[in-house]
């Protein structure tokens, strides 16, 4: 089964809000097998909304929209329902009664604009929204269903949940579709893409491979179609289990585990602990750590050593180095990292140094130039990277190499 997710709104086209809607849903309609064809946001305009549906509606079985129900005069989608489907607004009673009984509990006083939320177009199927005072709605013309819900993401994400993925279960087929997804550290796509060649070209007909480049690496998901879930779960396991075979030391998880979360696992099951001595990054990995639920248990604190002194006083580094090599060199930041193992009383400390920008570069040392060292109680191994000249994205891909290169020594031992 084919689907538009469509969102109504001007506030999306000009950027005051981001479509968050519409991602959580195609990965939840995915999941019970539903094709996304595509996702479209549009104005507050009758025309376009009219136009829109009768595109979707020669394309696809079902469009699910959102945004455009609320109580204002701002929001025509309702009007718009109705000349598009041929009906007109008549009031639901038990609409009412849900949203009287939703602004009593509020202690907020009903009036003329709540009381018009019970209006629903006639002959739809309502889904009662117990979180809001607009309700999900459902029609169909021409062989297409449409499902109308509000915008606000709570509400729609009720709705989705409770009431519109039920009755999608209930009375529509759909065809199973599996995603499984490698993720990757440390080669290029280009060359990832080279190394597993033959592999991927040996993969079976019903099993595709997307290829998703991220500053955290690159992701692999393959992803099958078919009726017999069992059959596809056996042969996606079994294509994952090649792949292992090929980039083993490059694969750092599955689906949607972070590197982070990665490594605390195998942190977890050693034993060992983790801090970080962070100049360029200022925290950033430690936020990355931190993230997770039950990182206490090996993340144990981190130095922001933004200036020298910091890197000085607090994490003893010698001021010779500083003079002889600067802040971004080789010996600073190997002696952060052990000396962060030893202050902080960890296994291992990662340390980072390096010219973010966009000013400060030099013409030894540019913008983009960045030292990573890990160490390991009294072991210590670092990597110069020249990341480029965008400050956001050097802070990320520092980040993200700092956790590879952790994850790389902790393999080893």
């Known amino acids: 089964m084919n689907l538009d997710i469509i969102t109504i709104g001007d506030e999306i086209l000009i950027g005051q809000i981001v479509d968050t809607n519409s991602a959580w849903m195609a990965q939840?309609?995915?999941?019970?097998?539903?094709?996304?064809?595509?996702?479209?946001?549009?104005?507050?305009?009758?025309?376009?909304?009219?136009?829109?549906?009768?595109?979707?509606?020669?394309?696809?079985?079902?469009?699910?929209?959102?945004?455009?129900?609320?109580?204002?005069?701002?929001?025509?989608?309702?009007?718009?329902?109705?000349?598009?489907?041929?009906?007109?607004?008549?009031?639901?009673?038990?609409?009412?009664?849900?949203?009287?009984?939703?602004?009593?509990?509020?202690?907020?006083?009903?009036?003329?604009?709540?009381?018009?939320?019970?209006?629903?177009?006639?002959?739809?199927?309502?889904?009662?929204?117990?979180?809001?005072?607009?309700?999900?709605?459902?029609?169909?013309?021409?062989?297409?269903s449409f499902i109308f819900m509000p915008g606000v993401p709570?509400?729609?994400?009720?709705?989705?949940?409770?009431?519109?993925?039920?009755?999608?279960?209930?009375?529509?087929?759909?065809?199973?579709?599996?995603?499984?997804?490698?993720?990757?550290?440390?080669?290029?796509?280009?060359?990832?893409?080279?190394?597993?060649?033959?592999?991927?070209?040996?993969?079976?007909?019903?099993?595709?491979?997307?290829?998703?480049?991220?500053?955290?690496?690159?992701?692999?998901?393959l992803s099958a179609r078919g009726m017999e879930q069992a059959l596809m779960e056996a042969e996606v396991a079994s294509q994952i289990t090649g792949l292992q075979k090929l980039i083993a030391p490059n694969i750092y998880g599955y689906n949607d585990e972070s590197p982070a979360e990665s490594i605390g696992k195998l942190l977890t099951e050693k034993g060992w602990?983790?801090?970080?001595?962070?100049?360029c990054t200022g925290g950033a990995i430690a936020k990355l750590f931190t993230e997770n639920p039950g990182s206490s248990d090996y993340f144990k604190g981190s130095v922001v050593a933004y200036s020298n002194e910091i890197k000085k006083d607090i994490l003893g580094v010698k001021e010779e180095l500083l003079n002889q090599h600067g802040a971004v060199s080789r010996e600073v930041v190997e002696s952060m990292a052990l000396n962060g193992c030893r202050v902080m009383k960890t296994d291992f400390a990662i340390a980072t140094s390096g010219i973010a920008g966009p000013g400060g570069g030099t013409e030894e040392?540019?913008?983009?130039?960045?030292?990573?060292?890990?160490?390991?109680?009294?072991?210590?191994?670092?990597?110069?990277?020249?990341?480029?000249?965008?400050?956001?994205?050097?802070?990320?891909?520092?980040s993200q190499n700092s956790l590879f290169m952790l994850r790389k020594l902790l393999i080893t031992l």
């Open 273 to 279: 602990t983790v801090s970080t001595a962070e100049s």
């Open 154 to 221: 709570y509400e729609m994400k009720y709705l989705m949940e409770f009431e519109v993925l039920p009755y999608l279960r209930n009375n529509f087929q759909t065809t199973t579709i599996l995603h499984r997804t490698v993720l990757t550290q440390g080669l290029p796509e280009s060359m990832l893409a080279e190394k597993i060649a033959d592999w991927e070209d040996a993969l079976p007909g019903f099993i595709k491979l997307a290829y998703l480049p991220s500053p955290q690496g690159v992701r692999l998901r």
């Open 365 to 398: 040392k540019p913008v983009g130039t960045v030292w990573i060292a890990v160490a390991f109680r009294d072991q210590v191994v670092s990597q110069l990277f020249n990341f480029g000249n965008d400050r956001e994205r050097n802070i990320t891909r520092t």
């Open 28 to 144: 939840k309609l995915n999941d019970e097998g539903i094709n996304v064809r595509q996702i479209i946001s549009i104005s507050d305009d009758p025309d376009h909304i009219t136009e829109t549906f009768i595109e979707s509606a020669r394309k696809v079985d079902l469009v699910i929209v959102t945004g455009g129900l609320g109580p204002t005069k701002d929001d025509k989608t309702k009007d718009t329902i109705c000349d598009f489907f041929g009906t007109k607004l008549v009031a639901n009673a038990d609409v009412l009664e849900n949203i009287e009984e939703l602004l009593s509990k509020r202690g907020i006083a009903l009036n003329r604009l709540n009381r018009d939320q019970a209006l629903v177009p006639e002959g739809s199927h309502v889904f009662q929204n117990k979180l809001g005072t607009a309700p999900g709605l459902l029609l169909r013309k021409n062989g297409c």
